[in-house]
């Protein structure tokens, strides 16, 4: 089978039977609804790394966004926990049907493991230019997600974005239906709203693991 970076959005939902959610999704507006978590402090630094994104954004490529941005954005988050942590560029791979596996390889995910992902939770895909005919960052993102629910012990929604430039959009996955954010823009105040929606990815993820241990609990007594 192709790797992630193959797959088409159209692909994917005839693959696996996704559909998307055209009115408002409960689960996207949960997570989107929030009263921003910024400090003044906070609030100054984002506005100058705004700003060296709206200055640069049509020169780097995809690896300079990355380094360059992302990863400073990103900083504004700790994503390292006792129950999960941050991976960069890991390899995935799981048998979905007999003889058809999905695999490749993810910029970022956040999940369960130390040395590696073992139950993953939230991705983001990074691609710098503006969509085109060659290129699906959202296909290549529902793949992926896709995959996470293959490995997964327990039914949570996965929840994930991809960046294409300046612009964030926000998804999630539960079950076979999935929802899709309209973009926000780095380059403004929205950047404010972009770190507080990673921020309660984190109580999202915390949630969803207390949850499963206490289901465990239960099942043996």
């Known amino acids: 089978m192709k790797s992630f970076s ?19 999704n409960k689960v996207l507006q949960d997570w989107l609804t929030i009263t921003p978590t910024v400090s003044t402090d906070e609030k100054k630094r984002l506005k100058q790394l705004s700003q060296k994104l709206l200055n640069h954004v049509h020169d780097w490529n995809e690896e300079e966004l990355k380094v360059y941005f992302i990863a400073f954005l990103l900083d504004f988050i700790d994503f390292y926990q006792e129950s999960y942590r941050p991976f960069m560029e890991r390899d995935l791979s799981v048998e979905y049907e007999k003889g058809k596996r999905l695999w490749g390889n993810a910029d970022f995910l956040v999940a369960s493991g130390t040395q590696s992902p073992k ?12 969509l085109d005919t060659s290129n699906d960052p959202l296909g290549q993102l529902l793949v992926e997600m896709v995959a996470a629910q293959k490995l997964n012990l327990s039914n949570h929604p996965i929840y994930g ?11 999630i996955l539960d079950e076979t239906t999935y929802a899709e954010s309209l973009a926000y823009d780095a380059t403004k105040e929205e950047i404010i709203e972009i770190v507080s929606i990673l921020r309660q990815t984190k109580t999202i993820i915390d949630q969803m693991i207390l949850k499963t241990s206490e289901v465990s609990k239960t099942s043996e007594v």
């Open 6 to 24: 193959q797959w088409t959005k159209e692909e994917v939902e005839t693959e696996f039977h996704l559909k998307k959610e055209l009115k408002k």
């Open 119 to 130: 139950e993953p939770f939230f991705f983001i895909h990074e691609y710098k230019k503006q």
């Open 161 to 171: 974005a991809y960046v294409i430039g300046r612009h964030w959009y926000f998804v």
